[in-house]
């Protein structure tokens, strides 16, 4: 099993639609550990850690969203493993 970690940014219609309570419930369900917060710019930044494949599925549902969100796009950059654990809303 190999580990990935991923920093994301979502931009577009993010904030005030449950992104960040959605992606702390897929994230813990996928095994994921990081983070993710609003950014005052209004986009959501968020680190997912885990099982390479996992780390992946989240980062493309990252490009969907919760029911309500409009995303605009997404940026995605590989980092090295820093060993996180658990998964929680900043």
Request: proline share 3%.
């Given at each position: 099993m190999s580990r990935a970690r991923m920093r994301?940014?979502?931009?577009?219609?993010?904030q005030g639609v449950f992104f960040r309570a959605e992606t702390r419930a897929r994230a813990e369900s996928l095994g994921l550990a990081g983070w993710v917060r609003n950014a005052?710019?209004?986009?959501?930044?968020?680190?997912?850690?885990?099982?390479?494949?996992?780390?992946?599925?989240?980062?493309?549902?990252?490009?969907?969203?919760?029911?309500?969100a409009i995303v605009e796009g997404v940026e995605a950059l590989a980092e090295e493993p820093a060993g996180e654990s658990g998964f929680r809303v900043r």
């Open positions: 994301v940014r979502v931009r577009g219609r993010v005052a710019d209004g986009s959501v930044e968020a680190i997912f850690e885990g099982e390479a494949e996992r780390v992946e599925s989240m980062v493309e549902w990252c490009r969907r969203g919760p029911d309500g």
